[in-house]
């Protein structure tokens, strides 16, 4: 069975329903054989990221950044995750008040060196977390997982 790893820092309840809505895109009708495992960004672990197939990063923006805990979970899993997760999709959502562009550009950059395929354009989310935009990441998450389901 493929897995897909969510990795996440949602520490607001906005971020946490991003969140929460992905996870029920990963599983949305019509995908099978796809195991969805969620983690803190704030817990990286390297074994988990070369066990799985994909992968899914949500982040707040942080002056003009990803956040502090995404950055530390690229940190500890990049080097040990070179070899063996080049090309496998990825997909990510930024959640900001104003600006995510550079945090979407530093996810992009350090993917690129990972050599990880984009499934999805970066998402970046704006404004108050409603529905709207609770359905991007679900959407994004479905999108990601039933890539996985050919894998
Ligand atoms: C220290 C700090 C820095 C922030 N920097 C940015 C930023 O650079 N760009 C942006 O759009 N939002 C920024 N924000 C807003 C956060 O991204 C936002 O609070 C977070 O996504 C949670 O949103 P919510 O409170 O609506 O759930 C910042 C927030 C804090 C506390």
Partial sequence: MARLLIVHHSPTPG???LLDSAVAGAAAPGIDGVEVVVAEALD????????????????PANLGYMSGAL???FDVVYNPSLEHTARRPFGCWVHGESDTTGAIAA???IATGLQWR???PPLGLIGPVDDALSGQTWELAAALAATLMDA
């Fill in 71 to 73: 950055k530390h979970w």
């Fill in 44 to 59: 990286p672990d390297p074994d988990l990221v070369a066990a799985s197939d994909g992968y899914l990063l949500g982040t």
């Fill in 15 to 17: 971020l946490r329903a």
């Fill in 118 to 120: 984009a499934v999805q």
């Fill in 107 to 109: 996810i992009e950059k």
